[in-house]
């Protein structure tokens, strides 16, 4: 059993305008379903988890009914930290497991499904990339694509913007979505969170915080997030390409 939570519930500040980047579109789709639409493609998906800002969650409620997707959509509303939202989310993939064994008490590998955590802002990412996260999850426990650095990184102090360091590539990702994990590993992870004021940027951090290992496998260099103006104009001219394939 495999149920994706798509966090849509930012703000994309750093995009501007007074809508949040992922209700723009793109191609005449919206970027929040078109991250959604993969996942609704794969018969192992048994259900979606949608987390999105309160202030939309009505709209979009409404949107995807009228959808028809192959796959029951539940949208719940997200916090304020991305963390907040996933946690939402995971409360809400809960309720889908007992609604999804109809009562009956799961058990086995259905009982610790997995759970993908994609961000709503990748509109670009392919159902071949998802099999993989959700192969490699199921053979590892925790597993996330990442990307090697085109350019060399170099570790610099804030406080006078000299280098510190600079490390290897060999070393380096790049980390996108989906993140792939047992659900086991991932509510563990998150239990971390009651302990104190906590900020990470994805949840394998937490994962890794909780001791467990996360195993890294290759990432899709079109796989972009929308965080400017300039991403989305990067996600329309790979999205033409790719309509271009197709024909």
């Known amino acids: 059993m495999v149920i994706p939570i798509i966090v849509a519930a930012g703000q994309g500040k750093r995009f501007g305008g007074n809508v949040p980047k992922q209700f723009f579109e793109l191609g005449g789709v919206p970027i929040w379903l078109r991250a959604i639409q993969p996942f609704s493609d ?19 409620r409404r949107e995807v009914e009228k959808l028809g997707l192959k796959k029951a959509v539940k949208v719940v509303t997200g916090g304020q930290k991305r963390q907040d939202s996933v946690r939402m989310g995971l409360e809400a993939v809960s309720k ?15 009982a610790d499904p997995i759970i993908l955590i ?28 990442g990307l090697k650095p085109r350019n060399t990184i170099k570790l ?6 000299l280098v510190e360091k600079t490390p ?19 509510a563990k992870a ?9 900020m990470v940027t994805d949840d394998a951090s937490l994962v890794e915080l909780a001791g ?16 400017t103006p300039f991403d989305l104009w990067m996600a329309e001219a790979i999205t033409r390409e790719r309509q271009k394939s197709s024909i």
């Open 42 to 60: 794969l018969d192992s998906v048994k259900a979606i988890v949608l987390v999105v800002p309160r202030a939309q969650a009505v709209v979009i």
């Open 96 to 110: 889908l497991i007992q609604i999804l064994g109809k009562g009956r008490p799961i058990t086995g590998k259905s």
């Open 118 to 145: 994609h961000d709503g802002a990748r509109p670009l990412v392919t159902v071949e990339l998802i099999q993989k996260v959700i192969r490699s999850a199921e053979k590892y426990g925790a597993v996330v694509p």
């Open 156 to 161: 610099v102090d804030p406080r006078d913007n």
């Open 168 to 186: 290897s590539r060999d070393r380096l990702r790049e980390i996108q979505t989906p993140q792939g994990f047992r659900l086991s590993i991932l």
């Open 190 to 198: 998150y239990k971390i969170l009651q302990r104190g004021d906590l």
């Open 212 to 227: 467990a290992p996360v195993r890294v496998i290759p990432g899709d260099p079109e796989n972009i997030k929308i965080t």
